[in-house]
């Protein structure tokens, strides 16, 4: 599989089209980024609907991301790359995200993250209560925070202490703390 030739036909088939690596994304994102992901694997390449919150503190993940249901994996030789292209674009998800539509918005992020699994990873309820921050509801975030570093990843702990601490300070502190992490982020992706 030829990722350049992949990639070039990506972006020639979707207006505004982002790249970094594996992950194609909308160019008109605020908050959330949202497209698709080409996982290559020895064997061929798994296809992901790809969402990823820009505040999230570990970096790019594909946690709030799914694979594409049904046959979410191409075997290295089963297509030509103009296939691979074709198939991934047909795909209702893929569409979706590169639809004319509105890019994600938190709202929808959150939506996301309710209807699915991902709550059930504490790391996620982090991030969850990261976005309520961003959407104005301090008060029911601030409850979320002290409740988690019990069953939180050692690693995230600190990153909770931090926004606990900032939105004590009140929401423009928390906010900027949260800027701060988007902007890292936007470097891991190439984009600032």
Same mark, same amino acid.
Request: a negative charge; charged letters at 25%.
């Given at each position: 599989m030829n990722k350049r030739l992949i990639s070039?036909?990506?972006h020639e088939r979707v207006s505004g089209l982002r790249s970094s690596g594996v992950y194609f994304f909308r160019g008109d994102? &605020?908050?959330v980024l949202s497209g698709?992901?080409?996982e290559y694997v020895p064997r061929g390449v798994y296809i992901w609907d790809f969402r990823f919150p820009l505040f999230d503190f570990f970096g790019p993940n594909l946690m709030y991301s799914d694979r594409l249901p049904g046959s979410a994996f191409i075997g290295k030789g089963e297509m030509?790359? &103009?296939?691979?292209v074709d198939y991934v674009m047909a795909s209702p998800e893929v569409q979706n995200a590169f639809g004319t539509g509105s890019p994600m918005s938190l709202d929808e992020f959150v939506q996301h993250l309710l209807q699915s699994n991902a709550l059930l990873n504490p790391h996620a309820r982090l991030i969850h209560a990261a976005a309520l921050i961003l959407l104005g509801q301090e008060l029911r975030t601030a409850d979320m925070l002290d409740e988690?570093?019990?069953i939180l990843h050692p690693s995230d702990v600190p990153h909770c202490h931090l926004l606990r601490e900032s939105l004590r300070q009140g929401p423009e502190a928390a906010r900027t703390l949260l800027d701060q992490v988007r902007e890292k982020n936007l470097r891991a992706f190439g984009l600032a």
């Open positions: 070039r036909l990506m994102f &605020e908050h698709a992901v080409l030509s790359e &103009e296939a691979i988690l570093p019990p």
